[in-house]
């Protein structure tokens, strides 16, 4: 059997986002893994560890950690279901399906998708794959700071690192991962859009917060309730977290920039941390002395993201431009 099922992406410097950034910017195409998500890295790990003599797997999922569930799955011969919300676009349904998986619609968010994907692995005797809620997922996403911290050499250290949070299995993975490499005092940058937000909500309120729905468009981001571990470590001081919400219309506008300015088009929860660049955030933070100046590069995981095609990009446009 394949070694890992995730690539090893390229690392390519953004010479536009640099100049914005005031700092070189460093893009880890995560859109490149054969899910089209960062995602592969931790559900193909899971994978290995746990449903190599199962009956099949189950996933609850927005999109990305089905796909990844999906591809892992047919890859090791096994039947896949995911179980998805009705807020899916019928673009990822038709994906999963293109993927060999069955697809069963369940509830109006992430949550209710779950509690079903839940029930599933119980009557069913099938290997659960969370999409964001397990040690060997983080486990797997930290290879992402590995690969980045070959690529960059010896002796380079990032002034920070951008990601999009969701339920925070990335989060938690890329902290993993800085440990590991060293970089254990690196800031993250966690971003999420303003109706998707239950990570900074958790940090403001001081506990954990569910969300009473998911408003946001970006609906990968859409979990209700961030996973307790990320959570944790916001609080326990072993990572540096900046937690900061960004408006549907900069997460749309930062997805229009990239594919003008790199020529890839990602979807809207990848367009979260693609703002904190496009939006002039990184000057703010430095001007607020969350960041310093100067500032070493940045590195930015472009999460990728299969919930978008031009048509859907278009439809978003009409909705959140009109």
Request: net charge neutral; aromatic share 4%.
């Amino acid at each position: 059997m394949l070694q890992h099922f995730h690539v090893n992406t390229p690392l390519l410097e953004s010479v536009s986002m640099s100049k914005m950034a005031g700092t070189a910017v460093y893009l880890k195409m995560e859109n490149c893994q054969p899910s089209g998500s960062f995602k592969i890295r931790g559900v193909g790990h899971l994978c290995q560890q746990l449903a190599s003599r199962s009956r099949g797997v189950v996933c609850s999922s927005g999109g990305n950690a089905g796909m990844a569930a999906a591809y892992v799955a047919r890859k090791m011969g096994l039947p896949a279901t995911v179980v998805v919300p009705s807020s899916t676009p019928p673009l990822v349904v038709r994906r999963l399906q293109e993927q060999g998986a069955a697809v069963k619609v369940a509830g109006k968010v992430w949550d209710d998708a779950n509690a079903e994907a839940l029930r599933l692995a119980e009557t069913e005797q099938l290997t659960f794959v969370p999409p964001f809620d397990h040690p060997l997922l983080w486990e797997g996403h930290a290879s992402v700071v590995a690969e980045a911290a070959a690529a960059l050499g010896p002796g380079a250290r990032p002034g920070a690192v951008l990601l999009s949070v969701g339920g925070g299995g990335l989060l938690c993975g890329v902290v993993c991962g800085l440990k590991d490499a060293g970089w254990a005092d690196v800031p993250v940058i966690a971003m999420e859009t303003v109706g998707a937000d239950c990570f900074n909500a958790a940090i403001k309120a001081g506990e954990l917060v569910t969300l009473d729905d998911i408003t946001s468009e970006a609906k990968c981001l859409g979990a209700k309730t961030v996973c307790r571990r990320a959570f944790e470590l916001s609080q326990s001081g072993e990572a540096t977290i900046i937690s900061e919400l960004v408006t549907d219309q900069e997460a749309l506008r930062a997805v229009q920039m990239f594919l003008d300015e790199e020529r890839v088009l990602v979807e809207m929860a990848c367009g979260a941390a693609l703002a904190a660049i496009y939006s002039g955030l990184i000057p703010r933070l430095q001007a607020q002395g969350r960041l310093p100046t100067p500032l070493r590069p940045l590195l930015v995981i472009v999460c990728g993201g299969s919930s978008i095609n031009m048509e859907q990009l278009i439809s978003l446009q009409q909705k959140l431009q009109s």
